[in-house]
């Protein structure tokens, strides 16, 4: 991702507001954090998503696909071979929890893919986000745990470091002679 735009700090004071808005205000309102905890099951997906594209990372782009796909199938596969309970007699196919393994595969491939700076508000999110459904009674610990390590190994099986392309060789002839040039950015 470009650093001219100082993101670092951008990411950094969107998390901060975005706590401060969902909880300060509303904190004892459960409606309210379960509804960020809605909104970031599809934000924190299109923002790994629309990062990659951005920064032209189309290798990127198809890790995050794979890693999505195996984290929803195993998900969704979990949920229908355990069948356990929701807490408070809310639904069934509670283990492992959903939004959180969606937000936490989407914070750990931002955070392997483009390193810890953009990781940690990422992952600070998809924590909110399995405290949010714990809140609204949906989930346990153990579904919300589930769905963190499900998530998390998702996007490590198949997401690399991003790496720019640093070095650049060219070469140029003429008549009389020949040119041999390396370049390599830090």
Not at 33 to 59: C, H, K, R, W
Not at 86 to 95: C, E, I, L
Not at 99 to 106: E, G, P, V
Request: with cysteine.
């Amino acid at each position: 991702m470009p650093s001219s735009i100082k993101p670092k700090i951008l990411c950094r004071k969107l998390v901060i507001l975005f706590i401060i808005a969902t909880t300060s205000v509303f904190y004892g309102q459960n409606k309210t954090i379960q509804n960020s905890g809605d909104v970031l099951l599809f934000a924190m997906p299109a923002t790994a998503l629309t990062g990659s594209l951005i920064a032209g990372d189309y290798e990127g782009t198809w890790q995050f696909a794979k890693g999505f796909a195996l984290n929803q199938a195993v998900t969704i596969g979990l949920k229908y071979a355990t069948d356990k309970k929701r807490p408070y007699n809310n639904g069934d196919r509670a283990f492992p929890s959903g939004h959180t393994s969606t937000t936490f595969q989407s914070a750990a491939f931002i955070q392997k893919r483009y390193g810890w700076s953009y990781g940690i508000p990422a992952y600070i999110l998809a924590g909110y986000t399995g405290y949010s459904r714990i809140e609204a009674q949906k989930h346990d610990g153990w579904d919300v745990l589930a769905g963190a390590v499900v998530g998390i190994g998702s996007a490590y099986i198949f997401t690399t470091p991003y790496q720019r392309e640093h070095m650049q060789l060219s070469f140029a002839n003429d008549a009389d002679s020949y040119s041999l040039g390396f370049v390599y950015r830090f």
